[in-house]
């Protein structure tokens, strides 16, 4: 293993990059929405991605007009999860997107240190339904951190725990806000979508089957030369 392999961590965001969750809490968020009287759109949705679940409830609770005590708004963002987790509880690996466990294996077998780095609270139940907790090195999620994306509080944590320096990470991420939480964090970012939703990602792919290891490897070595 030459020395530039050595010196590259992984930091992977969970919904949308590995996994395709965003159905589940879509649907979720719907049936809350509807709960109270007022429709949740798809399009919607797309603003909650990398968003946390209480702030998540409050711009669903702004778009509805709707005012609700801070107890009230635990019980909402209680019962919208629970209805989530009976969904993911259902997950299989035919729900991996494309190239995930490929580019895990790959990582996996050139001693790459890989960590997640997801808003999630339940990232553990995802990976165990999905078949991937076994290539994580280190594992941060809404659990652990006190702020969401796209405060950079998650990803420079895992770094931390995968003992490697923040321009050593490359960070996989298909929302704005994680992207911009990775640059906070003068880190690599590898945005997973469309170009023109993830500005300031130094390279965008549709999904983790349009990157081998090589060009990363290659991408990350260009971008610590340029700096």
């Given at each position: 293993m030459n020395n530039k392999t050595q010196h590259?961590?992984?930091?992977?965001?969970?919904?949308?990059?590995?996994?395709?969750?965003?159905?589940?809490?879509?649907q979720a968020w719907k049936q809350?929405?509807?709960s109270l009287g007022f429709d949740f759109t798809y399009a919607q949705n797309e603003q909650l991605k990398?968003?946390?679940?209480m702030r998540s409830l409050d711009m669903i609770l702004k778009w509805g007009g709707i005012e609700k005590s801070e107890a009230e708004r635990e019980a909402l963002a209680s019962l919208k999860n629970s209805w989530y987790v009976a969904m993911i509880s259902k997950m299989t690996t035919d729900e991996l997107l494309p190239g995930s466990l490929?580019?895990?294996?790959?990582?996996k077998a050139i001693g790459a240190k890989i960590a997640?780095?997801?808003?999630?609270?339940?990232?553990?139940?995802?990976?165990?339904?999905?078949?991937?907790?076994?290539?994580?090195?280190?594992?941060?999620?809404?659990?652990?951190?006190?702020?969401?994306?796209?405060?950079?509080?998650v990803f420079v944590k895992a770094a931390e725990l995968l003992g490697a320096t923040n321009k050593d990470c490359v960070v996989f991420e298909d929302a704005l806000a994680g992207v911009q939480a990775a640059i906070a964090a003068g880190m690599y970012v590898v945005g997973v979508g469309e170009t023109e939703n993830l500005p300031g990602a130094q390279l965008v792919i549709k999904d983790l089957s349009e990157i081998t290891i090589a060009e990363l490897l290659a991408l990350k070595n260009q971008e610590t030369e340029k700096g």
């Open positions: 590259i961590a992984c930091i992977f965001d969970l919904d949308g990059v590995l996994v395709d969750t965003a159905v589940y809490h879509y809350l929405a509807n990398g968003v946390s679940r490929k580019i895990l294996e790959n990582l997640l780095g997801s808003a999630s609270k339940n990232s553990a139940l995802i990976l165990k339904r999905t078949g991937l907790t076994h290539f994580f090195d280190a594992i941060v999620d809404g659990n652990e951190v006190t702020t969401s994306k796209p405060d950079p509080e």
